[in-house]
C-alpha cells in the first residue's frame, strides 16, 4: 500500500477527474491504493474473494490455470469482480505485465464509494458485460493489447541513433496521433528514477499529458533503463541488421539489459526492430537475431524510410492491415487479380499469412512481389514447369514429390520466411500432433511445401522432429484466428466464394466400373458425367474447413474479399489462371466502390469511420 499522502492519483482517472479534490479526497479515504511490481500477483485463481480492485495505472494479465493469457486489463477498468459480485473464488490469476497501482476497494468501501460515485457501478457494470458477451460468443484468439508506453532497448552491440527514435516518433504521431519520447535526461532535477513511487506517478502524467510515449534507454543511465522498462507495455529491441557477421550462424549476443528485459516481458509483447543503412542492402540473417530473441513481430526498415516507420507504427497501434490468403489451387490466382485492384488503387498491407496458395501470394506479398510478377510466376511454375504435372505410382502420393521439391526450389531459392519485408506466416497441418503449424520462419521453399501438401495428392512433408505435415487448408483454410492472434487491428480476408449450391445432375449408380473408368482416365476422359473428381471433392471439403474462418472473421469485423469462380474453374485447372486473375480483379474493383473507394477503406483501417 501506499504511503505517500501527498498526490492525487484519482485526478489521472476520468471516472473521477470530474470530481471536486476534496471528494476525490474523501474517495482516497475509503480505498487503499495497491503497488504492484512488474511480475507480482494482485490474485490467484481459487482464491477467496472480498474485494474487488480499480486500475488506476498500468497493465494486468489474467491468467487461466496458471498460463493461458485470457485478457490484458489496463487502466480505468475493474478486476476481480467477478467473484467480488458472484460470491465465488477467483476464477483466474491476475498478475501485472508492467509497474501498475490500482484501488481495492473491500465491501462496505464499496458501497460509500458508490454512494459517492454512482458512475463506478455503471462502469464496472459495462466492463462486466463485455467480458461477459466476449466469453459467451466464444472468443477468438486474443490479440495483443495496444501499448501506451514502448521501451525502446538496443539490441546487440549498438546504441539507439536519434533518427531511429525521432523516424518512429514520427510515424506514432501520424498514424495515431500522439507519441512522446522520454530519455533519462528528461527526469525532473531530484527525481532518482529508483523511488518506484514519485517515477511512477511522473511517467503516468507524462502519459495523461502526451498520450503515448517512447521510452529511451541505453543512453548510459542504468538505473533509468531498469526503472523505466517497467513500466512498459511493449520492449522494442533495436538493432543494425547489416552489423551481423555474414560468415557465422551464432545468434547475435544480448547485451545485459536486453537479457535482464528479455526475462520479464511475454513473447507477445516483445518485438525486435532491424534497421538497414540503405534500401540496397538485401535483408538477410535475421535468424541470428531472432535465435535468442524470441519477439512476437520482427520489423525490418531503411532508416529515412518513412514507409517502414509508419508500417511499424500501424502494426504498434493496431492500425495494421492484415491480410490473409485462403487455400483453393489454381482458384489462388482470384486472389492474384484481387491483389491487383486492391494494390493499384493504392492499399498497403502490413502483415499477411496463408495456407495452400494462399501461402505462396503471401509470401509473394511480403517479399514486395507485383500481382503481375505473381501471375507471371504462377504461369511459369505451373503450366510451364508443370510442377504439379508430373505423377508418381500411387504409394505416397499421385504427384511426383522429387519434381515439385525441384520447382519450388527454383520458385523460392534460399529465401527465408523471416528476412522478407513483411511480417509473414504460413500455416501447415501437422498431423503429429494434431495441430496447426504456424511456420514464421525457414525456408520458404519449404514451407510452401509442407502448406500445399494435399493428402493423397502429394507426399507428406516430414520435418526434422520427424513430424508429418500436409496442408494446412485440412483444418483450416482460411487461417484468419491466427492473424487475430498475431495483431490487433483490421483484416481483409481473401477466400473462395461459396458460389452456388453444388448439385450434380449424374446419378451415384451411373458411375463406372474401375475397368471402365481405368479406360476413360487413359482416353484423357472427363469423367462420368458431372459426377465429382477427386480435384472438385477435395476443393470442396477444404471449402467447408473455410466455415469457421468466416465466423471468426465477421466476429472480428474483418472484410472479405470473395472472387466468383470462373465457370469451368477447378483446383488442379491451371490453365485457367489468367481467366481467373482477371474475375479477381473486376470483382474486386466493385468491391472496392462497394466499400465506399480507397478513402473509406483507410478510414476503416485507422478506426475513422
Ligand atoms: N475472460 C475474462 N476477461 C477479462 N477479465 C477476466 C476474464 N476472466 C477473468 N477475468 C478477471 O480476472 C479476475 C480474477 O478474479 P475474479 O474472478 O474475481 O475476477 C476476474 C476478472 O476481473
Aim: with cysteine; proline share 5%.
Amino acid at each position: 500500500m501506499l504511503s505517500d499522502s501527498n498526490h492525487d492519483p484519482l485526478a489521472l482517472v476520468p471516472l473521477f477527474a470530474s470530481l471536486q479534490a476534496d471528494d476525490r479526497a474523501l474517495l482516497l479515504e475509503q480505498m487503499q491504493l495497491v503497488s504492484l511490481r512488474k511480475g507480482e500477483y494482485l490474485v490467484r485463481q481459487g482464491e477467496e474473494a472480498d474485494c474487488l480492485y480499480y486500475v488506476l495505472r498500468g497493465r494486468l494479465d489474467v491468467l487461466r490455470d496458471g498460463h493461458q493469457l485470457v485478457a490484458e486489463i489496463g487502466s480505468g477498468e475493474p478486476v476481480g469482480e467477478i467473484a467480488f459480485f458472484a460470491d465465488t473464488l477467483r476464477t483466474a490469476d491476475v498478475m501485472a505485465s508492467r509497474d501498475s497501482q490500482l484501488l481495492r476497494l473491500g465491501r462496505s468501501e464499496f458501497e460509500q464509494v458508490s454512494a459517492l460515485q454512482p458512475q463506478l457501478v455503471q462502469s464496472i457494470l459495462r466492463t462486466f458485460g463485455r467480458r461477459l458477451a466476449s466469453a459467451t460468443t466464444g472468443a477468438p484468439v486474443l490479440p495483443p493489447r495496444v501499448p501506451d508506453t514502448i521501451g525502446l532497448c538496443p539490441a546487440g552491440a549498438d546504441t539507439l541513433p536519434p533518427d531511429l527514435v525521432q523516424d518512429l516518433c514520427s510515424a506514432l504521431i501520424a498514424q495515431a496521433g500522439s507519441c512522446h519520447v522520454l530519455e533519462a535526461g528528461h527526469l525532473p532535477e531530484g527525481l532518482d528514477p529508483d523511488n518506484e513511487y514519485l517515477l511512477s506517478d511522473w511517467l503516468a502524467a507524462q502519459e495523461k499529458a502526451h498520450g503515448r510515449l517512447l521510452i529511451v534507454t541505453g543512453q548510459g543511465n542504468p538505473h533509468w533503463d531498469k526503472a523505466a522498462l517497467r513500466h512498459c507495455d511493449q520492449l522494442l529491441l533495436c538493432g543494425q541488421l547489416d552489423r551481423a557477421d555474414e560468415h557465422t550462424d551464432a545468434a547475435v549476443p544480448l547485451h545485459a539489459l536486453e537479457a535482464d528485459m528479455l526475462g520479464r516481458f511475454r513473447n507477445r509483447h516483445i518485438g525486435l526492430l532491424l534497421w538497414r543503412a540503405h534500401s540496397g542492402q538485401a535483408i538477410a540473417h535475421t535468424r541470428r537475431w531472432l535465435a535468442n530473441r524470441p519477439a512476437h513481430l520482427h520489423h525490418h526498415v531503411v532508416r529515412g524510410n518513412p514507409a517502414h516507420f509508419q508500417r511499424v507504427a500501424r502494426l504498434l497501434t493496431g492500425r495494421a492491415l492484415g491480410a490473409v490468403f485462403g487455400g483453393g489451387g489454381a482458384l489462388g490466382a482470384g486472389h492474384i487479380g484481387a491483389l491487383r485492384a486492391l494494390l493499384n488503387a493504392g492499399l498497403e498491407l502490413d502483415i499477411v499469412g496463408g495456407t495452400s496458395i494462399g501461402s505462396s501470394v503471401a509470401m509473394a506479398c511480403a517479399a514486395g512481389e507485383t500481382p503481375q510478377q505473381m501471375m507471371e510466376a504462377f504461369n511459369y511454375f505451373f503450366l510451364d514447369k508443370k510442377a504439379f504435372g508430373h505423377y508418381a505410382p500411387p504409394l505416397y502420393g499421385l504427384i511426383d514429390q522429387r519434381h515439385v521439391d525441384a520447382s519450388l526450389r527454383e520458385r523460392y531459392g534460399d529465401t527465408r520466411l523471416e528476412d522478407l519485408d513483411l511480417n509473414c506466416y504460413v500455416v501447415a497441418a501437422n498431423l503429429s500432433t494434431n495441430q496447426s503449424e504456424i511456420l514464421r520462419s525457414g525456408p520458404c521453399w519449404e514451407a510452401m511445401r509442407m502448406s500445399a501438401s494435399i493428402p493423397v495428392a502429394l507426399a507428406p512433408w516430414i520435418n526434422r522432429n520427424g513430424d508429418v505435415l500436409v496442408d494446412g487448408g485440412l483444418i483450416d483454410n482460411v487461417p484468419a484466428s491466427v492473424m487475430h492472434g498475431i495483431k490487433p487491428g483490421p483484416n481483409l480476408v481473401f477466400m473462395l466464394s461459396p458460389g452456388e449450391r453444388w448439385q450434380v445432375k449424374t446419378a451415384y449408380d451411373q458411375l463406372p466400373s474401375r475397368l471402365r473408368q481405368l479406360w476413360q482416365l487413359l482416353r484423357g476422359g472427363k469423367g462420368q458425367g458431372d459426377f465429382p473428381r477427386i480435384g472438385q471433392t477435395v476443393a470442396r471439403s477444404m471449402q467447408i474447413a473455410s466455415n469457421s474462418a468466416l465466423v471468426a472473421s465477421r466476429r472480428s469485423g474483418d472484410r472479405l474479399v470473395q472472387p466468383p469462380t470462373v465457370p469451368g474453374m477447378a483446383l488442379t485447372a491451371w490453365k485457367m489462371g489468367n481467366a481467373q486473375e482477371q474475375a479477381g480483379y473486376d470483382y474486386a474493383c466493385r468491391w472496392l466502390e462497394q466499400q465506399g473507394g480507397l478513402d473509406a477503406l483507410l478510414a476503416w483501417r485507422d478506426g475513422r469511420h
